[in-house]
């Protein structure tokens, strides 16, 4: 019997190429694109690791739109990204050729329904598994992103979100939030 990779397997073929291919590329090279993909749409849930924003409009002290972060990133400005650059999820859906970065959903920018379908990010700094954590930080809970994810499903429309969901591509990340 053929082995058939599961989505799974094939998702994390994916990350781990994209990771190779960010870590081999020089600062002010553009990063190779594949040929297009079937994954249509990436949608980010996590925390810190992914979160392109979404905690701008937040009442959280964990928030990254304020210097240093933001210095390599394009136009040199804080985004929210609690990196220098760009995160793994902008470099994912760079690499897959849906679009340059991956937005984040609670940014209050997003009202084309089409660009959203192609994917977003509904990570939160400082979320984790347990929502006891994110309810702690005043951040969004793990409950509240998958909440904003059928939201925007329904925005999308029943026939689009079908298509996107049975092709797109689930990124989740966390790590570990210890509390002393």
Excluded: W
Excluded at 49 to 63: K, S, Y
Excluded at 85 to 107: F, W
Excluded at 114 to 120: D, F, L, P, R, S
Excluded at 122 to 151: H, K
């Amino acid at each position: 019997m053929a082995h058939v990779p599961t989505l799974a397997a094939s998702i994390l073929a994916v990350l781990a190429a994209v990771h190779l291919i960010v870590t081999a590329t020089a600062d002010d090279a553009p990063l190779p694109r594949v040929k297009k993909s079937d994954i249509p749409a990436v949608f980010a849930f996590g925390d810190s690791t992914l979160d392109t924003g979404n905690n701008n409009i937040l009442n959280t002290a964990v928030r990254a739109d304020h210097a240093p972060y933001g210095r390599e990133f394009p136009g040199g400005a804080p985004t929210g990204r609690f990196s220098d650059g760009k995160l793994l999820g902008d470099y994912l859906v760079e690499v897959l050729g849906i679009k340059d970065l991956l937005p984040p959903y609670r940014s209050g920018e997003l009202t084309d329904a089409a660009e959203a379908a192609t994917g977003v990010c509904f990570a939160s700094a400082g979320s984790g598994l347990d929502d006891a954590t994110a309810t702690n930080a005043r951040v969004a809970t793990f409950a509240s992103q998958l909440g904003d994810f059928r939201e925007l499903l329904g925005r999308i429309g029943a026939q689009k979100a079908g298509k996107v969901v049975a092709g797109g591509s689930v990124t989740h990340a966390t790590t570990p939030n210890l509390a002393v």
